[in-house]
């Protein structure tokens, strides 16, 4: 089943005329509001040429809006039972490996072990809604993370608007949630089977999450799995959308890309980092005020030179196993594998020596109350 | 007329006295280090803080342990982050206890993004807040009526914004600056927008009692340069208030055969 595109998503508008010329992409570098006709332009070959000019562009408008400053977070996988059959993922219910969830007394020791770290903002990683790690387990683990951090994020399935609140009322201040792809023929022949299959439920679960009160949401897309100038221009119409609607609610972006886990899938648009930095650019230049995330699944070199120049938020030291840092047991296996292997004073001493600043509490949990839904 | 020598130019807050006349914000330095020098470098005297920065156990990117060691420096904890008026009622309290000061500077922007003041939960804070007796400095749009109601509710000051926060835009709410600043009793402080050290000279022109910026000097090629640069554009935009700009359009200059000659030949 493929459906057609809302009209707030439908990029094709913008991806009809083919290339774009170098005269396209000077005229969106010079546009005072650029929109999804520049992202595209700025996406297209004939931007390559402008790489260092689109870097330069993206580090000014980097530091007009964040300072010198990077935002530090960890993931923390929760579990990794999972009932859907994404191509792409090692937490597939084909792939054979151990499954296992953290029970609460496992969640509060990886948690102290980040607090140990010095972290403030954590975010709680899960599968697919099983009997095993269902709504009631998240919601567990979100108060005992909202107990000891500042902000708590979750990644997990898509969830009702009330489930959402709950998360909220317990200390949940973001959701994260990537599309993967916004194809959607793509994304029905990589999604085999199991609920996320279901485009439109996933497609709508941000806005779900930002009526619930949501203080933030992160958007995405798994790059090399389809078109990224096709994704890169749903999701900034998807962000658009969000935030007429959602005025109050903030919007983060992230740039995972395929990297090689358990079931050999291999990208069928493979990305490289040449064009992984100039789309990290282009959506700077466009949403010139969304912090812009990149993860650890990246090599230290590339994350180093990204930092500043549009990326405002970084996770250090991660584990992409189930119950990865106080190692209270055999692990799973990651769901991706990390490339930049760094411990979290390495990377702040990296960070402090491109001349920004680390910073690890950038939220206070004082400003929890308000924040389930129907507040004003 | 030479004036004769200067009388300490002082403005006065909530009933505290400063002489600088320049605000420093402190969240988007790329280390406590730079940021402690360039608070010197600028001679501020008042330095905003976000609570939301603030570690209760002190770490690295703690702000206001490196601030509390400098001397002669006023707090002003703000509540950045909050998108109600309760939300930024409990920093305020909070940030009062942290800081020990009883400066807050009520910022309330519920769109995360572009970061404008909510002008009615703006409101109901100050008003809550002035009664508790906090010193309540509110971030605010530049709108002259909001000006004269923060005011009534007891606002120590009122802060009107230059243009969007990092925006760098400058003084692009001019015209609402000149409506506010003619009808207020309290101290006008141009908060967010400003980009270049002659934007602030040029508020200070206008009659503003002080600037706040914090990108334009984080964000420069050399914050600490900047710093002092802005100290130094406040200081002669302040001179140039006292000493009284010259008229605008050549309004009084006199031409030589008078327009209204031909009034005279009736009288005669
Ligand atoms: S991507 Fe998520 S839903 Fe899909 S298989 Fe992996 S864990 Fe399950």
Known sequence: MTQQLPEWLDPSPWLDGGGSSPADVERALGCDEPGPRELAALLSPAAHAYTEIMAQRARTLTQRHFGRTISMYAPLYLANYCTSGCAYCGFASDRVQPRRRLEPTEVEKELDSLKGMGFEDVLLLTGERTSHAGFEYLLECVSLAARRFHAVGVEAFPMTTREYAFLANAGCSGVTLYQETYDPFQYDRLHRWGPKKEYLDRLEAPARAMESGMRTVGLGVLLGLSDPVFDAVCLLRHAGHLRRIHWKSGITISFPRLQPQAGNFTAPVPIDEAQLARLVFAVRIVLPDVPLLLSTRERPEFRDGMAGLGITKMSAGSRTTVGGYAGTEPGTDGQFQVSDQRSVPDICEMLRGRGLQPVFKNWDSVFRDGEAGGRG | MKRQGKLKDEWIVGGHRFSSRLLMGTGKFQDAETMVEAVLASGTQIVTVALRRVGRIPQEDDMLGP??????????????????????????????????????????????????????????????????????????????????????????????????????????????????????????????????????????????????????????????????????????????????????????????????????????
Not at chain 2, 143 to 168: F, N, Q, T, W
């Open chain 2, 67 to 268: 601030l509390r060691r400098l001397e002669g420096i006023t707090l002003m904890p703000n509540t950045s982050g909050a998108r109600n008026a309760s939300e930024a009622i409990r920093a305020a309290r909070l940030g009062r206890e942290l800081s020990g000061s009883p400066f807050v500077k009520v910022e309330i922007h519920p769109n995360p993004h572009h970061l404008m003041p909510d002008p009615i939960e703006t409101f109901e804070a100050a008003r809550i807040l002035a009664a508790e007796g906090f010193v309540v400095m509110p971030y605010m749009p530049a709108d002259p009526v909001l000006a004269k109601r923060l005011e009534d509710v007891g606002c120590a000051s009122l802060m009107p914004l230059g243009s969007a926060i990092g925006s760098g835009r400058g003084l692009a709410t001019t015209e609402m600056l000149r409506l506010i600043l003619r009808d207020a009793r309290i101290p006008v402080i141009v908060d967010a927008g400003l980009r270049s050290p002659s934007e602030a000279a040029a508020a200070l022109e206008m009659g503003c009692a002080a600037v706040l910026v914090n990108s334009a000097v984080a964000a420069s090629g050399d914050p600490i340069a900047m710093a002092a640069a802005f100290a130094q554009a406040v200081e002669a935009g302040r001179n140039a208030n006292l000493a009284g700009l010259m008229p605008r359009g050549g309004g009084t200059a006199l031409a030589t055969s008078p327009l209204t000659a031909f009034l005279s030949v009736e009288g005669q």
